[in-house]
Every structure is written in structure tokens, then in C-alpha cells.
């Protein structure tokens, strides 16, 4: 038996020894193997040759005194390097340090890397890693330092890894998609004075053991699903200065006696959880915190009077919360905090303070750069002295009672950019604000009672970006000081007395997007300089007594989508040249005294882009428009006959159409089916029978269902002698108020022509096999399906198949807003859908998108139809859980602001990726506070993790340009969500914004190709 262990041993040994030679002779080979697997694009490895040793070649560090030399480090961050990591780097067996963060290295991090027992130091953060976390790396027992920051990696950290790590001092996970509890384990690893998980998709509770890593100092748990309350025990660590949970699902409160616990904290943050209870008078003892934020809980009481012991603190956040203050008492903590010589940004929106803002607040300190008082109860004026806050750049009293004149000493904060004066009581003269030279936005819309003129000095600020004086009583004419904002990107001055005429100067505003003009008393021609305005996108004019013709010169403006200028004495022929304009998405000229043929090409193809009505001597155009034919040889004496015959027959038609009317009202109220044909709603369409959809589903097989609704399903069909399959609703009539909601989308679309609105090809109203009664509808097949199965896709794993480009999510609000804003304001009656959410909005072939379900919706009857309209609405809420307004479910009347409402919720939802029923929202917290809470400095935190998986995360410029975009767009989310109707931004507003935000973003990626 001695003989075969010895031969075993041998054969051991030989095999230990081989791989040792062999692995000393490989580093150079694995270092080639990583070279053609990590493909760069400036080729940063071209040192990496064979005619040099590997331990010169660019960030490779050798073993110094060892023959033959080994690899202990590899070190090439920020050098392009693309492709994927090679499996042979678990070769190099004394590696200690391998650093390839900030490239674009893709694929699983290999489970080689396990083998590299020696490894102290890992950084492969800011790459596009994905795949599950590589368990293997709990076998680098001698690792200290791990980063592996915003990449794509899922799955769950190894239970053990804490237990194998115990050398670990720094362990950096943030911005991935990381899901399960936090290992307790990491508990174990004494030396840990690093951790940061956030923004990833852990959930359960913070374990209580974590206050065993007694060295810890970094501790950043933020934006994750993490629920329970904060265990007590963190509380010991006495050595941690920077604690950070917010953005999850914790609840509790604050202990009262935290101002002991913490004595080196510097940066301190609850915000976006559940937190209740009082904010404690203690916290005023941790005297070394420079950030305090404690934004969107549910904290109640008054704000702690003596926070001006914190003398070091820069951010203090308390917004979005029931802190409350009033004449009484409460507002002492804006005295305290003129002992804080070196706060920079204070934020106080979003609570229920009430009563006179203090004059102290003008001592506050001299560093301060961020002010917000919006949207609160808050009264009194703005102070005269607030020029003391000389280091401000931006101030917002929007949404408040604050009224009185604007002080002329806001003029001398000469570090102002964004002054946000809007939604107050604010009146008399707008003052010169002649040295803001830094200032590049101003809102001061919807006070109503400013007046006088506009100042000309407001037009000395070149670096204006965006100017809104819209909706007050602004009256003479537009200075013709406008040329000088070169830079101007928007000019919004709707809604005004503004009088005159527009002044040719505006033409030197060349990189302007957004003139809107409209709602006031603008005399004379369209300017001719609008033609300099190259990139102007949005041109509204409507509402004013412009006069002329349509100049030509709108023409070579190529980057024109909406043009409006109903509603004007404006005359002549619609401009052929129009027709070139292929950016053109909607025109609307109605409602003036224009003449002659309408062309046909372009726009004036599309029957649902354009408007015209109101101009009755037009004539031709397409043949759907419905205008006469023009005559070519008119002969005298016979245009008055032609005339009358056209009233007799309006008048005949009108009468018709108002009995129909009248019939269908009676019907749908009354409740009578039987008496009524129901060829009133459904003969509008061609009908088909019941055996055609029966042979086009193939009995309504359940592989054609496509999906499943309260009042009906939804099957795939392709009918006899089409190759093109269609989409076939069949009604459940069983359900109750099936048979309504059918009347109603026939009702609803019937007359409705949009591209953004799904399109009823036919219908059917039959009996089926049993002798029943049957009703489906015949509509456009969407071959992409609904949004929510793109924000909320079924499997786990995101992919770029699955998941929506922020491009594509912006085309979608665009769509969606489109639609919402030709029922609302475009249709006669209007339409209120009263059911807006990702399922009912269908994504097309281009994935471009199509309103849908017209179940519940409304038609806005007018004069005595309404009480009809009103009664019936009040049966229940309409709407679906989360999205419906709040204002319903009081027994409001169905409004188009309700939509506007469910609008909003949509578009938070699209743009953060969060439902309004996740479970993280409860209490007081819901998808509106949680957003604006964020907004605008934190919205990466928000946003949802896919949109990364289409966009560089790496790329400085294309990170900042996303950041930018996404504040936008949920800022308009924001905006449509508010509580009270009155406050939501209206829909026509909100529409025309988004399409400058996602233009602005096709520029952008338009310029990364043309530098590509």
C-alpha cells in the first residue's frame, strides 16, 4: 500500500511545481489575453508589445528582486477601454491591485478573479459590468478596498462575504441593481469604515448587527427599498460621520437624545422615508454637522428653535414635511440660523407654515446661495433688505401668499441665475432688476397683479436663458431692448394686456425655441425677422389683432413643429412654402379671414395637424378637410347663389347634427336602449359581423388574447382578405356598466382624429353562438403593447430590449401629452378620459404611442348638459387607484384637470420608474412628494436605474445632459400633480414645455453623432 501513496504524493508535487512555472511564465500571456478582450478606441495598450518587457508596459507594476517577475498590479483607469474583462486575470496569482474604473468594459465580471488570494485593491466601478454579483469574490480573503460603483450588476451580495473578508476596510456598491437583504455578515469585517449600497433595490430591514463594525465612519444605505425602523443600535456608533438612508421605506422617529450619540457626524440624512414624530432639540448638539436633510417625512411640530448652534452647517433641507410655525410662535429658528456664517443652501418648501414671513430672514448668511419658501401657507412681503443676501443664486417664494410690490433691492443680487417669483400675491411694478447680468431664468407668471410695462433693463441680461411673464396685467408694448438676449432660449409672455406691435429687434434672439406671444393685444404684421429665429420650435401668437398676411419668411424657420396663430385678423392665402417646413407638427390658423386655396403637401396632409376653421373662404386642400372645390373661373352673379346654397346647407346640416345630438343625449341618460337604435353611436363606423371576428381569433382562442380589463378582453384577429392583423375588444356584458363603457368609446371617438389617439376601424353589435348579446370593438393593432409592460417589465433582469431610452420615454410624453391636449382644448365638446396610466397608453411598431380605452371617459356637455354630466359623475371615482385626482374622491366634478392631474402621476412614474402603488408609498409619502423632494439636485437618485442601460453614465457631458433633461421632465411632472387643481400647470403649457425638453434632447444626441 506504501507504493501508491508514494506515486501519488510524487505525481502531487510534480503537479504543484508545473503550476507554479507555468503561472510565473503566464502573466505575460494573461496580460494579452486582457489586451484583446478590452478593445479601446484611441488604443491606450499600444505599448503593450512584445518588444519590451510586460513590467514596462503601461499600468502594469512588477514584483521587484523576483526572477522570474510577477504581476502585483494593473492599473488603467479613465483609458476608454471597452470590450470585456478577460477570464485570464485570475491568472495573475499575486495581483494585488487591479484598477479599471471609469471605462466601458461590459459582460460578468469574471468568477476567475476569485483565484486572486493576494488581491487587496479592486476598482471596476463606472463601468457597464452586468450579470449576477460574482460570489467568488468572498474568496479574496485579502481584500481592503472593493469598488464596484455604477455598473449593472443584480442578484444578491454573498451571505458569507463579511465572513470572508475580514481585512475589508472599503466596500463601494452604489448604482447598481443589486436586490435582497444586506448581509449581516459585513458586521464582521472590524476594520470596515467604508459601506455604501445605495441606489440599488435591497429591501428588508437594516440589520442591528451592522452597529458591531465599531470603526465604521461612511454608512450610505440611500435609495433602495430598505422598511422597518432604524435599529437603535446604529445609534452607538459613535465614530460615523456621514449617515445616509434616505430615499427608502423606514419609519419611526428621531431618538430625543441623538444630540449624544453622534459627536463627529458632519453629514446627516433621513429624507424621502417615513419618518415621524418631532424633530428633536438635541440635534442642535452635533455641533460638527455641516448637512442636516431631513426633506419628504412625515415630521410635525415646529422646526427646533436653536439650529444656530450648528455654526458649521452648509445644507440644511426640511422641506416637504407638517412642520409648522405661525405669527405665534415657530419662526425663531430663522433668527438662530443667522449663526450659521457658512450655510449655503436652505430649503423650507412644502410644509405648513403660516402667518408673516420674519424680517430675519434678510440676516441670514452672506455664503447663502440656495433659498426655498415655495408652497406653503406663508404670508407678509418680501423684505426690503433681502439685498443683504448678496451671496444668493437662486430664490423661490413660488406657490405662497407672499404679496406687495417686488423690492427694487432684489435688483442688486448680482449672483442671482434663477429667481422664481410665480403662483403668489406679488402686484405693482416689476423694478428694473437692472443688475442681475447673471440671471438666466425669471418666472414671475400667474401673479395677476403685476402691471405697468415691462421693464427694458430686463432685456440687458445677455446670458437670459428663460424668461416667463405670462398670465399677469402687463400692458404697452414688448421694448425693442428684446434683441439684445442673444442667448434667450424661451420667452413666455402669454395671457398679458401687451399691446402695439411686435417689434422687429425679436429677430436678433436667434437661438430662441419658445416665442409665446399669445393671449394679448399684439397690432401690425407678423415680424419678417422671424426668419433669423433658425431653431425657434414653438411659435404662438393666438389670441391677438395681427392683421396681414401669413408671411413666407415662417418658412425658413426649418426647425418650426407648432405654429399658432388662430384667432386673428390675419388675411391672404395660407403660404404654399408652409409645405417644405418637414419639422412642422401642428398649425393652426383658425378663426381668421384668410382666403384661397389650401395647399395639400406636408402638413397639410395630415387632417389631424392642422386647424383651420373659422375661415370660410378657403377652399380645396384634401379632400377631408370638406372645403369647396376653388373655382378657376369664377363667373359673375353666381357667387351669391353658391353662397346661399352653402348656408341653406350648413343650416340644414348643423339642424341634423343638433337633432342627433340631442337623440343621443336623451338615450344615454334616460337609459332606454330599447327604444333607441343603437345605430345613433355604432353606425358612425362600418360594421362587421360577429362570425368574421368569431374566424379571425379563431374562437376567440386564449394564444390570440393579448390581454384582460374589468370590462372586457383584448385579442389579436386578422380578418378575412387582410394581411395586416388587427386588435378586436369584446365586452363582457355581464360586467356591469360594460355596455356603458362600450357607448362611451364609441361616443368618444367617433368624431376624434389624432395621431396619438388609438383609432376604431369598426365595431360590431351582434349576437353570439349562445344568442347573446355581443359588442367588441375593431381597433389599430399595437405591436409593442402597453407602457407599463416597459416601465415595469415582467422578468427581473433589465436589458436594452426591454427597457425605454429616455429618447423613447420622451417621445412617449410627448405622444401622451398631445393627445390629452387635443381632447381637452381641440375637440367640440371637449373629452375628459378620466383613466390616464401606463396600461391604457399602446406603443406602436416605432414605438411611438396611442392613447387608449375610452371607457370612462367624459364629454363635457355644455349649459344644461352639465347638470347631466355633473350628476352622473359623482356615482363613484373615476379613475384608477394612484393615478385618479384627489380632488375626485371629494365629490368634484369631472374636470379636464383631473387628467391633467393623472398626467402627471404618469409621467413621474415614466421618468423615475417608480408606480404610484409601490409599497413604498404610504402614510403621507406618495410618487409627487417623493419626486419633488429630489428635485432638482438629486434627480439622479430618482431616476430609473434602465435609462443608463441606453445612456453613458461615464460620460461627463452626456451624464450632466441626462441630469438636466430628467429635472425638466419631472419638474413638469411635478407641476401636474399638485393637490389643488387650480395649481396644476395647464395642459397646453405642459405639452408645449415637453416638446422643447425632448428637442433639446434629440439636439443633444444629434451632436454627439454629427462629433462622432
Not at 419658501?373 to 437662486?394: C, H, K, R, T, Y
Not at 400667474?446 to 396685467?473: D, Q, R, T, V, W
Amino acid at each position: 500500500m506504501a507504493m501508491p501513496l508514494l506515486r501519488d504524493t510524487s505525481l502531487l508535487l510534480l503537479s504543484i511545481l508545473t503550476i507554479a512555472v507555468t503561472s510565473s511564465g503566464d502573466d505575460e500571456a494573461s496580460l494579452l489575453a486582457f489586451r484583446a478582450e478590452a478593445s479601446a478606441g484611441d488604443n491606450p495598450l499600444a505599448s503593450w508589445n512584445s518588444s519590451t518587457s510586460f513590467c514596462s508596459w503601461e499600468g502594469v507594476a512588477c514584483t521587484h528582486g523576483r526572477n522570474p517577475p510577477r504581476v502585483v498590479a494593473l492599473s488603467l483607469p479613465k483609458k476608454g477601454l471597452g470590450g470585456t474583462l478577460s477570464a485570464a486575470i485570475g491568472n495573475l496569482t499575486f495581483l494585488q491591485a487591479l484598477e479599471l474604473g471609469f471605462n466601458a468594459l461590459h459582460g460578468h465580471v469574471p468568477a476567475s478573479i476569485g483565484r486572486l488570494r493576494r488581491l487587496r485593491f479592486l476598482d471596476l466601478g463606472f463601468n457597464a459590468f452586468s450579470g449576477e454579483f460574482p460570489t467568488n469574490l468572498s474568496s479574496c480573503i485579502a481584500m481592503q478596498t472593493m469598488f464596484l460603483d455604477s455598473n449593472n450588476l443584480t442578484g444578491r451580495i454573498p451571505a458569507e462575504l463579511g465572513n470572508r473578508m475580514m481585512q475589508l476596510q472599503l466596500l463601494r456598491l452604489k448604482n447598481n441593481s443589486l436586490i435582497g437583504p444586506i448581509p449581516p455578515s459585513l458586521a464582521n469585517a472590524s476594520s470596515l469604515y467604508y459601506l455604501s449600497l445605495a441606489i440599488n433595490r435591497f429591501n428588508g430591514e437594516i440589520p442591528p448587527g451592522l452597529a458591531n463594525a465599531v470603526s465604521l465612519q461612511f454608512l450610505d444605505l440611500s435609495i433602495n427599498r430598505l422598511n422597518g425602523e432604524l435599529p437603535l443600535s446604529l445609534y452607538n456608533l459613535s465614530s460615523l460621520r456621514v449617515f445616509h438612508v434616505e430615499g427608502n421605506r423606514l419609519h419611526g422617529s428621531i431618538p430625543a437624545d441623538i444630540g449624544r450619540k453622534f459627536p463627529t457626524m458632519d453629514d446627516f440624512s433621513l429624507a424621502n422615508n417615513r419618518f415621524t414624530g418631532r424633530i428633536p432639540s438635541s440635534l442642535s448638539n452635533l455641533t460638527n454637522l455641516t448637512s442636516l436633510q431631513l426633506s419628504l417625512n412625515g415630521f410635525t411640530g415646529l422646526v427646533p428653535r436653536d439650529l444656530g448652534k450648528l455654526q458649521r452647517l452648509q445644507i440644511l433641507y426640511l422641506d416637504d414635511n407638517l412642520l409648522d410655525a405661525d405669527d405665534r410662535d415657530g419662526w425663531e429658528f430663522i433668527t438662530s440660523l443667522a449663526n450659521c456664517s457658512q450655510l449655503q443652501q436652505l430649503s423650507l418648501s412644502y410644509n405648513s407654515f403660516r402667518g408673516q414671513l420674519p424680517s430675519s430672514v434678510v440676516n441670514l448668511s452672506a455664503t447663502l446661495q440656495y433659498l426655498y419658501l415655495s408652497d406653503s401657507n406663508m404670508s407678509g412681503s418680501i423684505p426690503q433688505d433681502i439685498s443683504n443676501l448678496v451671496g444668493l443664486s437662486i430664490l423661490d417664494f413660488s406657490n405662497t401668499s407672499i404679496s406687495g410690490a417686488i423690492p427694487e433691492s432684489i435688483g442688486k443680487l448680482a449672483n442671482m441665475v434663477q429667481l422664481d417669483l410665480y403662483r403668489t400675491r406679488l402686484s405693482g411694478l416689476i423694478p428694473s432688476l437692472g443688475k442681475l447680468r447673471s440671471l438666466y431664468l425669471l418666472d414671475l407668471s400667474a401673479n395677476y397683479k403685476l402691471n405697468g410695462s415691462i421693464p427694458k433693463e430686463i432685456f440687458m441680461h445677455s446670458l437670459s436663458l428663460s424668461l416667463n411673464l405670462s398670465y399677469n396685467a402687463l400692458s404697452g408694448p414688448i421694448p425693442s431692448d428684446v434683441g439684445k438676449l442673444v442667448n434667450l432660449n424661451q420667452l413666455i409672455l402669454s395671457g398679458n394686456q401687451l399691446s402695439s406691435q411686435i417689434p422687429d429687434t425679436i429677430g436678433n434672439c436667434a437661438v430662441l425655441e419658445s416665442l409665446l406671444l399669445d393671449e394679448n393685444m399684439f397690432e401690425g404684421s407678423i415680424p419678417q425677422s422671424l426668419k433669423n429665429m433658425k431653431g425657434l420650435q414653438i411659435l404662438n401668437l393666438t389670441g391677438n389683432k395681427l392683421s396681414d398676411g401669413i408671411p413666407d419668411a415662417l418658412s425658413s424657420i426649418g426647425a418650426l413643429k407648432e405654429l399658432y396663430l388662430a384667432h386673428n385678423n390675419l388675411s391672404g392665402v395660407i403660404p404654399g412654402s408652409l409645405q417644405k417646413l418637414t419639422s412642422l407638427l401642428l398649425f393652426d390658423a383658425s378663426f381668421n379671414d384668410l382666403q384661397g386655396e389650401v395647399p395639400n403637401g406636408g402638413i397639410f396632409g395630415n387632417l389631424t395637424a392642422i386647424s383651420i376653421n373659422g375661415n370660410t373662404k378657403l377652399c380645396g386642400g384634401i379632400p377631408q378637410l370638406r372645403l369647396n372645390p376653388c373655382s378657376t373661373h369664377p363667373v359673375s352673379g353666381r357667387g351669391n347663389d353658391s353662397s346661399k346654397s352653402l348656408v341653406i346647407s350648413l343650416a340644414t346640416t348643423g339642424a341634423v347634427l343638433l337633432l342627433v345630438s340631442a337623440i343621443v343625449t336623451i338615450w344615454k341618460y334616460t337609459g332606454q336602449k330599447s327604444q333607441t337604435p343603437p345605430t345613433i353611436i355604432e353606425e358612425h363606423f362600418q360594421r362587421v359581423p360577429y362570425q368574421a371576428l368569431l374566424r379571425g381569433t379563431y374562437g376567440f382562442a386564449e394564444s390570440n388574447l393579448l390581454g384582460k380589463g374589468r370590462y372586457g378582453s383584448v385579442y389579436k384577429c386578422t380578418l378575412e382578405g387582410e394581411n395586416k392583423p388587427v386588435a378586436v375588444k369584446v365586452f363582457n356584458l355581464l360586467e356591469s356598466g360594460s355596455s356603458r363603457s362600450f357607448e362611451a368609446e364609441c361616443e368618444a371617438l367617433r368624431s376624434v382624429r389624432h395621431r396619438c389617439l388609438i383609432k376604431i376601424i369598426t365595431c360590431c353589435s351582434s349576437i353570439d353562438n349562445q344568442g347573446q348579446d355581443f359588442k367588441a370593438l375593431v381597433i389599430d393593432l399595437m405591436p409593442n403593447g402597453s407602457l407599463d409592460g416597459w416601465l415595469h417589465p415582467k422578468y427581473s433582469i433589465s436589458t436594452l430590449n426591454n427597457t425605454l431610452s429616455l429618447a423613447q420615454r420622451l417621445d412617449i410624453a410627448v405622444n401622451v401629452m398631445d393627445a390629452l391636449d387635443y381632447l381637452h382644448n381641440h375637440c367640440q365638446p371637449p373629452i375628459v378620459h378620466c383613466d390616464v396610466k401606463p396600461s391604457n397608453i399602446l406603443l406602436a411598431e416605432d414605438m411611438s404611442a396611442r392613447v387608449g380605452d375610452f371607457g370612462i371617459s367624459r364629454i363635457m356637455l355644455e349649459s344644461a348638459n352639465n347638470t347631466l354630466q355633473n350628476s352622473d359623475s359623482t356615482i363613484g371615482i373615476r379613475g384608477s387607484i394612484g393615478y385618479v385626482a384627489p380632488e375626485y374622491g371629494e365629490g368634484s366634478p369631472i374636470s379636464t384637470l383631473g387628467d391633467v392631474y393623472s398626467l402627471g402621476i404618469l409621467l413621474l412614474e415614466m421618468f423615475t420608474g417608480r408606480s404610484p402603488t409601490d409599497d413604498m408609498f404610504r402614510e403621507s409619502l406618495d410618487l409627487h412628494k417623493y419626486s419633488e423632494a429630489a428635485h432638482p439636485d438629486r434627480i439622479l437618485e430618482i431616476a430609473d436605474p434602465a435609462i443608463w442601460l441606453h445612456n453613458d453614465a461615464n460620460d461627463n457631458s452626456t451624464r450632466s445632459r441626462v441630469q438636466e433633461c430628467l429635472a425638466s421632465a419631472i419638474r413638469i411632472g411635478i407641476s401636474c400633480s399638485k393637490q389643488q387643481p387650480r395649481e396644476r400647470m395647464p395642459i397646453q403649457d405642459a405639452a408645449m414645455e415637453m416638446h422643447a425638453i425632448r428637442d433639446a434632447n434629440l439636439m443633444f444626441i444629434s451632436s454627439l453623432i454629427s462629433n462622432y
